[in-house]
């Protein structure tokens, strides 16, 4: 079992978590050639980096010698129910898909086309029922307390230095969660998503690192203890990864699908379709896998039974 501590800096925290994070985000957009606006997505993963920072410090006294066991961040299910949604719409879309693309009649295909247009390009409204989380003014108070007592420890010539360092990071905060807020409002399946990362609670006293096989191997060969702010940074550096490739793989559904419905009726192919679909289904499942799996059947269960009421 991988232990770990608490660094006692809530400066070191936030820069070497934005560091980790940002290093995981440009080795993963170096290594895929995708359009430029989605994947300059350094700022959405740093925007999370900043609440997930809050979270360590709010849930954490600040020591150095704090042992730290393995347990996974949490959120209540029904902060899961809008990605369940988006889950199902998508299922539902490459089922139907897979039969476009094996087609032949006209009808039938102008009638599968029709199907998809109502999942892929109408709104689904995947948040309904939650409370909308307003942009915060400030970070929370064990934030703020927490940067007092470090700066009680600092000398009189370091402390001018430690409060422009915290005024530019809340500042940056407040920007990132700002341009993330109105990415949502454009975005259905971010705001589903992100409803739920962004009720994700980590105990920062016991985690697990969710990190890539080859990287918890490296992690074990070099004798390398992860603490909490390295155990985040490789956890929601994934979550936001395997999320932005949904993300794009939906774009270039929505862009195929209007196309294919652009064509004669003889001339529809939805076999690129499928398989951009089938990526998204892929992107999709691999974000579901960092949720534990009892938490994803019930939220699961609670949407399929939303479809079978009477609307």
């Known amino acids: 079992m991988l232990r770990g501590t608490v660094p006692s800096s809530p400066s070191l925290i936030a820069n070497v978590f934005c560091d980790n994070v940002r290093r995981v985000a440009a080795f993963d957009f170096g290594c895929r050639s995708t359009s430029l606006d989605r994947r300059s997505t350094i700022n959405d993963i ?19 010698t704090s042992p730290a066991l393995a347990v996974a961040p949490f959120s209540p299910i029904d902060a899961l129910l809008p990605a369940a949604r988006v889950k199902i719409t998508l299922d539902s879309a490459v089922n139907i898909a897979s039969q476009l693309s094996t087609a032949t009649d006209a009808n039938e295909k102008r009638e599968l086309l029709h199907d998809l247009e109502g999942l892929l390009l109408v709104t689904q409204n995947y948040t309904r029922g939650t409370t909308p989380m307003a942009v915060p003014q400030q970070p929370a108070k064990q934030y703020l307390n927490a940067y007092d007592d ?15 360092v915290q005024n530019g990071e809340i500042d940056a905060w407040k920007r990132l969660k700002r341009e993330e807020r109105v990415r949502e409002d454009a975005d259905e399946v971010r705001a589903a998503l992100n409803y739920y990362t962004s009720n994700l609670n980590f105990n920062s006293q016991e985690f697990i690192l969710t990190a890539t096989r080859e990287e918890r191997s490296r992690l074990i060969r070099d004798d390398k203890i992860p603490d909490v702010k390295t155990v985040i940074a490789s956890d929601m550096g994934l979550r936001y990864l ?5 993300l794009t793989a939906c774009d270039d559904a929505r862009a195929e699908l209007n196309y294919q419905m652009k064509q004669d009726p003889n001339s529809i192919d939805g076999g690129e379709l499928l398989d951009i679909l089938l990526m998204a289904q892929n992107a999709c499942t691999k974000w579901f896998a960092l949720i534990d799996e009892r938490d994803m059947m019930a939220a699961m269960e609670i949407v399929q039974k939303e479809k079978q009421m009477p609307k």
């Open 46 to 64: 740093a925007s999370f980096t900043s609440a997930a920072i809050l979270c360590v410090i709010t849930q954490t006294t600040m020591t150095t």
């Open 242 to 246: 395997h999320r932005n490739d949904l």
């Open 150 to 164: 470090y700066r009680r420890s600092l000398s009189l010539l370091e402390k001018p230095g430690a409060i422009l």
